[in-house]
């Protein structure tokens, strides 16, 4: 069983930025691919972003790409996010989601465990 659990969510006016922590708790979090997926009121649950298990490849969804920043630190079974330029519509609650067989995925039916998510909101 992983556990996951988010950090960092908040309010923040348009510009502005916050960054997301995910917190792991297995052991084998150095050979997990982890995603980034928000869900906005109403909206379907969508993709964010993704990192391999050792950091170096990722991958952004299209509305996100040049403003958020993936990355993760392994010796503290930890992903991140960091927003930058954030929009209204960036507004969403943001979960992290791990897929134990180490893939680089976009597809949310790949990830095997999800965290309960953390809510950002962005004022404008």
């Known amino acids: 069983q992983v556990h996951l659990a988010e950090f960092g969510g908040g309010l923040v006016q348009v510009g502005g930025s916050l960054r997301l922590s995910c917190a792991a708790s297995a052991r084998t979090f150095t050979t997990y691919g982890m995603g980034w997926f928000r869900q906005a009121p109403g909206k379907e649950r969508e993709f964010v972003a993704c990192?391999?298990?050792?950091?170096?490849?990722?991958y952004y969804g299209d509305s996100v790409k040049d403003r958020f920043t993936i990355s993760r630190d392994n010796a503290k079974s930890t992903v991140y996010l960091q927003m930058n330029s954030l929009k209204p519509e960036d507004t969403a609650v943001y979960y992290c989601a791990a897929d134990t067989l180490g893939v680089l995925t976009t597809f949310q039916d790949n990830y095997n465990y999800w965290g309960q998510g953390t809510q950002v909101t962005v004022s404008s």
């Open positions: 990192i391999s298990w050792s950091g170096g490849l990722t």
